[in-house]
């Protein structure tokens, strides 16, 4: 099965710093998401990467797969308060939508 | 608005007793799926269907059952047999054609006292 590794594992930052979370495959990815979730909720959908070289914006938050489609990245720069939460990446095998999902990052940011 | 709900919110069992949590989804999706998360974890896939009548196994169906008679609802029981079924479970559904997000539902908390 599809396995997906997120590093790191948890993160602080100081508000206004810029961070990144990493997403790695053991296989090549037919879509890569990135989710994030705030204790105890469910996860609200930030961002799809289908194509190899892929990147995508949303406000302060930017994704990129590279061209192999096997690794993801998670960008924010300016991080704020409200960017807290825990961050996962998810990914479909095959296109038959069977979802698999990294361990996730805790991310705290500081005021 | 469509959606997907989860209920209850929070649920409280005695060790030994079979529960039930309940998923619909209005959003005429044909794939719904069940994640478990446990603290500092990221979701495992327990059972997933891609169509009514028909549901397969995820990495970590033991203990659970599901069934998938309509296409809105997708129910999960937690057996007897889940050796630690205290968790955070989530359920999800997508249209199930081509890769798109799942939407997901807001969660139940078990906790088996």
């Known amino acids: 099965s599809q396995e997906l590794e997120q590093s790191p594992q948890s993160l602080i930052v100081q508000e206004g710093k810029n961070l990144t979370i990493n997403c790695t495959s053991s296989k090549t990815l037919y879509g890569l998401y990135w989710y994030k979730q705030k204790y105890g909720e469910g996860l609200i959908f930030l961002m799809m990467l289908q194509k190899g070289g892929e990147e995508k914006s949303h406000e302060k938050i930017t994704a990129k797969l590279d061209e192999k489609k096997q690794q993801s990245s998670l960008h924010i720069t300016a991080s704020q308060p409200s960017h807290a939460g825990i961050y996962l990446c998810?990914?479909?095998?095959?296109?038959?939508?069977?979802?698999?999902f990294g361990s996730g990052t805790k991310l705290n940011v500081k005021p | 608005d469509g959606g997907i709900t989860q209920s209850p919110k929070y649920l409280f069992r005695k060790e030994g007793q079979n529960v039930t949590l309940s998923c619909e989804q209005n959003l005429n999706h044909d794939a719904m799926y069940w994640y478990r998360q446990d603290p500092g974890q990221g979701l495992r896939l327990i059972y997933y269907?891609?169509?009514?009548?028909?549901?397969q196994k995820g990495d970590i169906a033991e203990g659970y059952s599901v069934s998938r008679e309509k296409k809105e609802s997708f129910p999960l029981t937690v057996t007897s047999a889940q050796k630690n079924p205290t968790a955070f479970y989530l359920c999800a559904s997508t249209p199930g054609q081509g890769s798109t997000e799942a939407f997901f539902g807001q969660g139940t908390r078990l906790t088996v006292v």
């Open positions: 998810g990914a479909d095998e095959d296109n038959f939508n069977k979802f698999y």
């Open positions: 269907s891609q169509i009514v009548n028909d549901f």
